[in-house]
C-alpha cells in the first residue's frame, strides 16, 4: 500500500496542532489548503468522532474523499477514508500526531492511499508513488505555517 510518512515540527504546542485537525469549521479552508470551502461538508460531529467530505479541484481534476474522523487517541487524529472519487476506501487513510518537544511540537502526518483503478486513480497513483514524499511534504509545511498564522493573528 503506497504511504507517505512526513515528520516535521511546529513552533506551536500539540494541543494547537491537534485542535486544528479537530475543527471542521469554515476555519479548516484556511489551515488545509486541499480543502475548498465549496467541496466541504460536515455530515456530523461529535466529542471524538466527524464525518466529513473534503475536496478540492486543481485545474481540470476534481478529488475528493469523505472521512470517518477519529480522535480519543490521545495526540493523533485519525481519518479512515469511507469514500471518494479517486481512493479506494479499503486500506485509505491519513493520521497526524503532535507530541510536545522544546520550542514547540514533533508532528507527524502519515498518507496510507489505496487508489481507485479508474484512469484518474491510476495516473495519481503514479504521482503519489514518484513524487509523494516532496508533494505532501511541501503540504505538510503549507499545513502547519497557515495554522501558526492563523495562531499568532490577534483575537
Known sequence: MPTIRIVTKSSLQPDQVLAAARDFSARRCEIFPAVQPK???VHSSGEH?????????????????RCDYQWSERGTVFADVTDSNVYDPDGSWWKLTA?????????????QRNFNRTLKGRFLNIVFKRAGNRLFGGYAQEILKNLEELEAQPG
Open 99 to 111: 507530541a510536545p518537544m522544546a520550542g514547540g511540537s514533533r508532528v507527524e502526518m502519515i498518507w
Open 49 to 65: 468522532s466527524a464525518d466529513v467530505t473534503e475536496g478540492t479541484r486543481s485545474g481540470p481534476m476534481y478529488n475528493w474523499e
Open 39 to 41: 467541496y466541504f461538508a
